[in-house]
């Protein structure tokens, strides 16, 4: 462990514990952080910091942290905002290793300032800061609760790191209704320094926490964060709500966390990169959270449903192809496996019906036969209360059913639904950590949450690919760009960058004048495009800038004549350089290939449907950069255009393998030329398989000197 990593530790594991602001008043967050730690049975040294000194809830009170004898692990500061930077400065000079700042008032409200000298006085010494404006945090291996509102928290293997305080607060209270254990909450709050890729990467080889549910609003650093998830989630479920999906929703996120929320799409996209499943309420995240923490690994892809009702195993059916949950249909074995256990008048197909007239032991019966054959790896029990059922019967049948199931290494989901007696049945196995649900689809998307982690794991590989591209000579273009005061290429220097990448762009040529455009129209042949080229016009076809399929001579000279009235209209002030002239390719699918600069994630792909819908549409998808191809393959498949490159209505499949190379080809240049922030080739014009692409109109823009 380097020096950070073993400093991240000592925050999870202190043997030395202060906290500035104690107070002998129990109505005050100093008095109740010294309580939590007590009565948590933290076992470390505790040291109470005020200027009153004295004696609380039975320790030593110290007037000033540097009086305190001994290193300390963790200052806890619990004091107005105006005096916390005095504090920050005096745990440097003691030497603590770590901060948590549970007062607020700074970022979040605007206070940049004082939150960023905090930064640089507890970075000189190499201290870390956790917050401010958080609850504090729980770790159940030192058995330390410094928050400064929840009680016996339960001891377990599921850790929660969260940005929002009060529904951290809030989300402790429900792990104790859902019985679910923590290894770990860690408030995050403003992010100022520690930040979630910090305490993952002590979590990855912490043995207790075997899940990881995390609660975002923003990100600050996604490049160090990327890599970090990858790694965790090679090893355990990583579980993600995210909120902001909405434009007001994120601009009430920054608002609250002084951190910007991002484009959502590229949120999403990237998690799923990372192996992250991301939950789209709290109910899911503590659903598949407490699943996934006792979840064996599904030998195979066979699911089978058993049922009492058709209803509800249609609904199953339906829910467990939403969630990627494949059902075994050999009938011939299903039959075999299933036949002792089911009437004459039900039915062995997958969904299995043992029908109304169950009783407790069929259900025995036909429970136990999945959780032992060879053939079935996963199950769903599902259950409608009925007259003739022998309801006290239920709760003892689940509990074997589910032992079986557990011994035998197998996943198993039940549904059950019914009334008064079903709802007590639940409550008492939920507190058994038997996975239980009221309805269908919670339960099946637990189940198809396992397959999806379990199946990314055995996918993900650690390699990248980039392309070879003439770095030099793109970089060369920049100067120039840069030289002439520009933040953006004009189209023949986009079209050099492209070369430069291998990316195949049409045959053109730049004329200043008419003679100079008949002169090289005649030259190339037709047909031709003829395009606006100036500084000043980025949106060609917006200003009139862009006229399609000229054959001949005559027209050259009237497209040039309307291409510059139309452009001087549109803005009198644009410097017009003259006109491209390009070959007009023939017909293919438009798709849009780009890469940008992301402010949290850096180096972002994306790829979708082209054209002048672009926007319109938005059948786009994004990833992280660098991606290997198969990564590659997989967002191009993404996009609800993909049959069209696949070929439909007769139509060959298209080049595929030349849309991954251009993706990682754009992804290499942003990757290399640091000075580049965007890039969109739109229309990228595809043909069919082998026979290429061409990039028909190329914008790149530079970061702003």
Same mark, same amino acid.
Request: negative net charge; contains cysteine; glycine residues 10%.
């Given at each position: ?56 809830? !039975? ?19 619990? &004091? ?24 607020? !008032? ?24 956790? !917050? ?36 951290? &607060? ?68 990583? &579980? ?219 996918? &993900? ?205 754009? !992804? ?38």
């Amino acid at each position: 462990m380097n020096d950070t990593n073993e400093t991240i530790r000592s925050l999870f594991e202190p043997e030395s514990f202060a906290i500035i602001g104690a107070s002998q008043d129990p109505r005050k967050i100093g008095h109740t952080v010294v309580r939590n730690l007590l009565s948590g049975g933290y076992k470390g040294k505790i040291y109470p910091v005020s200027p009153k000194g004295g004696i609380v809830l !039975g320790q030593k009170c110290y007037a000033d942290i540097r009086e305190v004898p001994g290193e300390i692990d963790v200052a806890s500061i619990v &004091i107005p905002a105006g005096s916390c930077v005095e504090a920050v400065r005096q745990c440097a000079e003691k030497g603590v290793k770590n901060v948590q700042i549970i007062t607020s !008032g700074f970022s979040e409200t605007g206070n940049r300032r004082d939150e960023d000298e905090m930064v640089s006085i507890a970075a000189s010494s190499g201290m870390r800061i956790l !917050g401010p404006n958080i609850f504090g945090m729980f770790s159940a291996r030192a058995s330390m609760n410094s928050t400064f509102s929840a009680t016996g928290i339960l001891h377990g293997n599921v850790a929660i790191l969260t940005q929002s305080g009060a529904l951290g &607060i809030a989300m402790i209270g429900k792990t104790a209704v859902e019985n679910m254990g923590l290894s770990a909450i860690v408030s995050t709050g403003n992010k100022c320094d520690i930040d979630e890729a910090d305490l993952l990467r002590y979590l990855i080889s912490q043995d207790e926490t075997k899940v990881i549910l995390m609660y975002m609003e923003g990100v600050k650093n996604g490049g160090d964060l990327i890599p970090v998830l990858r790694e965790t989630a090679k090893t355990k479920p990583v &579980i993600v709500i995210k909120s902001g999906r909405s434009k007001r929703g994120a601009m009430a996120a920054a608002s609250h966390t002084g951190s910007l929320a991002g484009s959502d799409g590229i949120f999403d996209s990237i998690m799923r990169q990372c192996g992250v499943i991301r939950a789209g309420t709290l109910e899911e995240a503590f659903s598949w959270a407490k699943f996934l923490a006792l979840c064996p690994k599904p030998g195979g892809d066979r699911g089978v449903i058993v049922t009492n009702g058709g209803g509800i195993g249609v609904m199953a059916t339906d829910a467990c192809e939403k969630y990627g949950v494949e059902l075994y249909d050999n009938q011939d074995v299903l039959k075999y496996v299933f036949d002792s256990a089911t009437p004459s008048f039900g039915s062995t197909k997958n969904p299995v019906d043992i029908t109304g007239g169950a009783m407790a032991g069929d259900y025995e019966l036909a429970l136990s036969a999945p959780a032992t054959s060879e053939y079935m790896d996963a199950t769903m029990a599902l259950y409608c209360e009925t007259a003739t059922f022998d309801s006290e019967n239920l709760a003892p049948m689940i509990r074997d059913t589910f032992k079986k199931h557990r011994a035998a290494g197998k996943p198993i989901v039940y549904a059950i639904v019914g009334g008064e007696s079903v709802e007590k049945a639940m409550v008492q196995l939920k507190k058994e950590n038997i996975p239980v649900f009221n309805d269908v689809e919670p339960a099946v998307s637990c189940m198809g949450t396992a397959y999806r982690y379990f199946r990314y794991r055995e996918q &993900i590989t650690g390699d990248f690919d980039m392309a070879d591209i003439d770095v030099d000579r793109i970089n060369r273009i920049i100067d120039g760009v840069v030289a002439d005061g520009r933040n953006f290429l004009l189209t023949n220097e986009g079209q050099e960058v492209m070369m430069a990448a291998g990316i195949t762009i049409p045959g053109s040529a730049i004329a200043k004048n008419i003679d100079e455009a008949v002169e090289k129209a005649e030259k190339m042949g037709y047909p031709l495009v003829m395009k606006i080229v100036s500084r000043d016009i980025i949106h060609k076809s917006d200003a009139g800038g862009l006229a399609l399929n000229l054959e001949n001579r005559d027209e050259v000279v009237a497209a040039f004549e309307a291409i510059m009235f139309n452009c001087r209209n549109y803005n009198p002030e644009a410097v017009i350089e003259g006109v491209e002239l390009a070959e007009m390719v023939s017909p293919g699918l438009e798709l849009v290939v780009g890469a940008i600069r992301d402010g949290a994630f850096g180096p972002i792909v994306m790829c979708g449907l082209g054209g002048i819908y672009v926007e319109v549409m938005k059948d786009v998808c994004f990833r992280s950069f660098p991606l290997n191809r198969r990564e590659a393959a997989s967002m191009v498949s993404e996009i609800r255009s993909y049959p069209l490159l696949m070929g439909v209505r007769g139509e060959k499949r298209k080049d595929i393998e030349g849309v991954i190379d251009a993706i990682i080809k754009v !992804g290499t240049i942003l990757k290399k030329c640091d000075r580049i922030t965007d890039i969109e080739i739109n229309p990228i014009v595809v043909y069919e398989q082998s026979k290429g692409l061409k990039a028909l109109d190329v914008r790149i823009l530079l970061k702003k000197s």
